[in-house]
């Protein structure tokens, strides 16, 4: 069975050096990328190749890792997207049938970013791009980030908001208080990463961005970064809120949702019951998730789904939404 990865990270050297130059250009994450994780994300050829072997992943759409170029300054991030666009393009022309990409964006520069998404999408045959939630203190509803909302509902192309770290503000009042690095993982991902990505997807249905971009399709990792196991009383938001549709239609018309290597029968479950087996894709979050013996494959081949429905989740689903763009 063909299976297709869609959250399957790289980092380059060029943007991690970016990151040490800035006061918060990861916030603090940046050991997470070191080490063996570090020498994967950095490799894009043989190495990363003979794991997709190993682990059963025919094709990886690669992304940036988070933060990406969010807490960089504006010029700094046009420049490097552009570069690393560049980059993804070329490695997907050196290995035509095992990549695909998501496009970087310069989100400190929202007009540029929207400029780049339609290079990258157009000239360069990404399958749109990857944001991560925030751009230093402005939420990806802000309207400073309409045109590139508006670009992606143009294109027809999604838009995969993947978790970054809370404010330093939140994260010291809820993250706080258990030593250095309990409270960086506790902020990150034992739990913080996951709200902040959720609540990002709900502030665009409150900001009304699908009523005004309704082909805009949105994903999220981690089964949907717990909002869609709150569904139940997201709804009641319908009885203040100004929508157009009920708060459950935006999860079965806009959003789909990926496991980034959680295999939870019971999450798969969750997902099947409110966005349906047409909107769930599949991905590992390599490197970070990666583990030998096949455990993704292994988890697609037993789950409790019809051939079908397996079919659609291997790798279907993402080709059908892919299909999609204007271009």
């Known amino acids: ?6 959250e399957e ?24 990328d070191r080490g063996e994780i570090g020498q994967r994300l950095e490799d894009l050829g043989g ?16 992304s940036v890792t988070t933060p990406a170029l969010h807490n ?6 046009v420049c490097l997207a552009k570069q690393t666009n560049d980059l993804i393009a070329a490695t997907i022309a050196k290995h035509p049938t095992r990549f695909e990409g998501f496009a970087v964006l310069p989100m400190p520069s929202p007009e540029e ?36 909302l508006r670009a992606a509902n143009e294109l027809r192309v999604p838009i995969f908001i993947h978790p970054q770290i809370p404010m330093a503000s939140v994260r010291a009042a809820l993250y706080s208080g258990f030593g250095a690095d309990v409270d960086m993982a ?25 009523d005004r971009f309704p082909h805009l399709q949105i994903i999220l990792g981690h089964w949907g970064e717990i909002v869609l196991f709150y569904l139940e009383r997201l709804k009641s938001l319908a009885r203040v809120a100004k929508l157009e549709h009920p708060v459950e239609e935006y999860f079965r018309r806009n959003l789909y949702v990926t496991p980034s290597g959680m295999w939870s029968q019971a999450y798969l479950q969750r997902a099947l019951e409110i966005v349906g087996p047409e909107r769930i894709l599949f991905s590992t979050d390599y490197p970070y998730q990666y583990r030998p013996g096949q455990p993704g494959r292994s988890f697609l081949m ?15 689903n993402w080709e059908k939404l892919k299909s999609s763009s204007s271009f």
């Open 1 to 6: 069975m063909k299976i297709i990865g869609i």
């Open 9 to 32: 990270h790289f980092l380059t050297g060029e943007i991690s050096s970016a990151w040490e130059a800035s006061a918060i250009g990861h916030e603090g994450t940046g050991s997470f």
């Open 47 to 62: 190495s990363r190749l003979a794991l997709m072997d190993e682990s059963g992943v025919d094709v990886q759409v690669l």
């Open 72 to 77: 960089l300054e504006p010029e700094e991030s």
């Open 113 to 148: 970013a929207a400029l780049e998404l339609k290079r990258a999408v157009t000239r360069l045959g990404l399958s749109g791009a990857m944001v991560y939630g925030r751009t230093r203190d402005r939420n990806l509803d802000h309207h400073d980030f309409l045109p590139v």
């Open 186 to 210: 506790f902020a990150t991902f034992g739990l913080g990463w996951h709200y902040e990505a959720g609540i990002q997807f709900i502030r665009l249905i409150l900001a009304g961005i699908f």
């Open 302 to 316: 037993h789950a409790d789904l019809a051939q079908e429905e397996r079919n659609a989740f291997a790798h279907g």
